[in-house]
């Protein structure tokens, strides 16, 4: 049952739209002012609002203007005498679904209820799937369905609840920063400390200091007493990303820390005990850093207890559609224009699935964040993108990786298979939609599938 609330200082009006409304089957409440009706909408879930134009203390327009901070979304009818249509023009203006006019027809006052509470009610639907999805293709804000990232999420899953120290390996940008996150905010340590720190962005001397912290007067400049962020993170999580950039010294002490659970201060002899669950990421192969000698094999064994790697973005396409849709609702509020972004057109869309991303996650983030502010309309074209962008799209064929030897036969056969599984790739694997884009019939791309012998999972 959808529950209408009615706002009205009059309460003879109150009484007879309760009587109205409640013939019609909803659920009525009421409120005799603004401050009244706000206080309701904050612990009710309200289909509709209905409310007078002219009342003491707090008007129409502004309760109005307060709905909308609230819930955007939610449909508020106007109700206004004659003299006062101007205020409704106003209303309609900032957001109101429609006015009427006192005294009111009841038949005309139920169609308007009507249409308004069912366009909520599909908003309400969009807003639950868009929940249903996120909850299925993200973990944090770790967003992907792809299998890469499907198996992250199951490893995040499985090592959150426990105690292990995590080495996160990936290109810059692919997340790693995200995934620690999401292990510490899924396990018991969630309500204590996350602290991060960027190993490469300090000096051997600086980084040790910050680390353990230090001792009044234990170097130049070492005024008072500082905690490290071993301290800091005390009973929480210690994030230490570009771990393989650590100097052999910090390597020592940090090994230390990881076998005893102890360390001293910088110029300090009082040994400090820490409970701190480490997560180390690095964007290089820390196995072969230590090979080649330029990482300590004990502190690697005692880092790799568990690994995740995560794939760049091109090795995730079928995600850049998800972490578009993401960016432009994360960023939706920078925009100057009065327009809504709904999302990306199809020429877009082919250009993101065939850039090569070197920058990952990070660079289709601050690439929407800049065209979410320049974009004129309801949708991002070609011409919105940057002109660099767009200068250095790499085609995701790949004509030269062909063999020089290969025959016309063999590079047409590659490409056309190329092309199908980019197309099957943005149809999300519904065989319809990718024989659509490429202008071929369904029947012709099953042959081409088969040919080919492409795993497109379940035929859609």
């Known amino acids: 049952m959808e529950t209408i609330l009615v706002v009205d200082d009059e309460k003879n009006y109150l009484r007879v739209l309760s009587a109205v409304l409640e013939d019609e089957d909803y659920e009525v409440l009421t409120a005799q002012g603004g401050q009244e009706a706000l206080e309701i909408l904050q612990s009710s879930d309200l289909d509709l609002i209905l409310t007078d134009m002219k009342m003491p203390a707090m008007n129409g327009i502004e309760l109005l203007e307060k709905i909308k901070v609230m819930d955007p979304d939610l449909p508020v009818i106007m109700m206004t005498a004659h003299g006062t249509i101007d205020k409704a023009v106003e209303a309609m203006q900032k957001g109101a679904y429609s006015y009427v006019l006192k005294p009111f027809d009841n038949e005309r006052l139920i169609i308007y209820v009507k249409k308004a509470v069912a366009m909520y009610q599909v908003v309400k639907e969009n807003r639950r799937l868009r929940d249903a999805v996120e909850s299925q293709y993200r973990f944090g804000n770790f967003i992907g369905k792809s299998k890469p990232v499907r198996d992250v999420f199951e490893m995040i899953r499985k090592v959150a609840p426990s105690n292990v120290t995590v080495l996160v390996e990936g290109e810059s940008g692919t997340g790693k920063e995200l995934v620690a996150k999401s292990i510490h905010f899924n396990s018991s340590r ?33 005024v008072a007493k500082k905690k490290g962020r071993f301290e800091l993170a005390d009973s929480g999580t210690l994030f230490l990303d570009e771990i393989g950039e650590l100097s052999p010294n910090i390597q020592v002490k940090l090994l230390r820390v990881l076998q005893e659970k102890t360390f001293e201060r910088v110029g300090g002899t009082r040994t400090i005990v820490t409970d701190i669950r480490v997560i180390a990421a690095t964007n290089k192969n820390l196995k072969e850093e230590m090979i080649n000698g330029r990482f300590r094999e004990d502190l690697f064994y005692r880092l790799n207890v568990v690994r995740i790697v995560l794939p760049p973005l091109k090795h995730r396409t079928e995600d850049i559609r998800l972490l578009v849709n993401h960016f432009i609702d994360k960023f939706a509020s920078e925009r100057k224009v009065d327009l809504p972004v709904k999302g990306v057109d199809q020429e877009v ?61 063999e590079t047409l056969a590659t490409i056309e298979k190329a092309m199908i599984e980019r197309a099957l790739k943005m149809a999300d694997n519904v065989q319809a939609h990718a024989a659509a884009m490429l202008g071929i019939g369904k029947s012709g791309l099953n042959q081409k599938i088969k040919k080919y012998n492409l795993d497109v999972g379940p035929k859609r």
């Open 190 to 222: 969630r309500d204590k400390p996350f602290i991060a720190v960027n190993c490469s962005a300090l000096v051997e001397n600086l980084l040790e200091s910050e680390l353990f912290g230090h001792e009044k007067g234990a170097f130049t400049g070492a």
């Open 349 to 409: 869309d082919r250009l993101f699935f065939d850039y090569s991303w070197p920058g990952n996650v990070r660079e289709l983030e601050n690439l929407i964040e800049r065209v979410m502010i320049l974009c004129p309309n309801d949708t991002i074209r070609v011409s919105d993108l940057p002109t660099d962008f767009r200068d250095n799209v790499h085609n995701a064929l790949h004509l030269d990786g062909i063999p020089a030897a290969a025959t016309l036969y």
